[in-house]
């Protein structure tokens, strides 16, 4: 054993506590889906600045062409998939029971894959003309 120096992190790495390797993962999608969300926000209020009129009608007709309707289906998950990586680090930062992280993620992911889905469904409606 001598000159071989064992460190807490290798006894960590020996029970399974280790680093998951999944934090620089996590803090780069943050910062891609916020570059993103950024872009396409700037992108949805220039265009609804120069809508002519914002009426329901008018808005209606401009969210059901396919050049409109794809970039606002883009902006819609990047504002969620943003909104959950940052909630998701808010509960394991601050939530620190166990039991109740884990609910508190598993109700995050259903609350936001229900939202979002509410969300894609009412602008596909909208893009299809139903």
């Known amino acids: 054993m001598a000159g071989k120096f064992q460190s807490a992190s290798g006894l960590k790495q020996v029970r399974g506590l280790g680093s ?9 999608l943050q910062r891609v889906t916020a570059v993103g969300t950024f872009a ?3 992108w949805f ?9 914002l009426d329901h009608s008018s808005v209606v ?10 970039p606002l289906l883009l902006l819609t998950l990047s504002v969620f998939w943003h909104a959950r990586l940052g909630v998701q680090v808010l509960i394991e930062d601050y939530v620190h029971g166990e039991g109740l992280k884990l609910l508190a993620v598993v ?3 259903f609350f936001i894959l229900g939202v979002g889905a509410i969300a894609f469904f009412s602008i596909a409606r909208i893009a299809f003309g139903a």
């Open 45 to 53: 209020v220039a265009s609804l600045i120069l809508l002519p009129n």
């Open 40 to 42: 396409l926000a700037l």
């Open 20 to 28: 998951a390797k999944s934090g620089v993962h996590h803090w780069w």
């Open 61 to 70: 007709a401009w969210v059901g062409q396919p050049l409109v309707a794809v």
């Open 107 to 109: 109700a995050l992911n």
